[in-house]
């Protein structure tokens, strides 16, 4: 057997106030808010530095076929779901 048991991972409550504020930093859930609006208000990327942009790190999940993902921010901790 191969399986490792890993340590659960603890997450941040998630209140209602965040799932229903605009846009905002946090992107709490798919498409930023309840709402589905896909907005940001950050502005470090834009339309002059994001071809500037690199990839900082990768990880091969070891399945073959499309794989998809999404990633959510809160209290500035990147989650993927």
Known sequence: DSSV???QPSFPSVG???LLQGPGTAWPVHGGNVY???HSSLDQ???TSVASLVPV???ATGLEG???TTPVVVDNTLYLT
Do not use: E, K, T
Request: without cysteine; charged residues 30%.
């Open 5 to 7: 048991d890993l340590p």
């Open 57 to 59: 790190w990768f990880h």
């Open 45 to 47: 990327i834009d339309r």
């Open 16 to 18: 209602d106030s965040l």
């Open 36 to 38: 589905n609006q896909r």
């Open 66 to 68: 499309a794989f998809g």
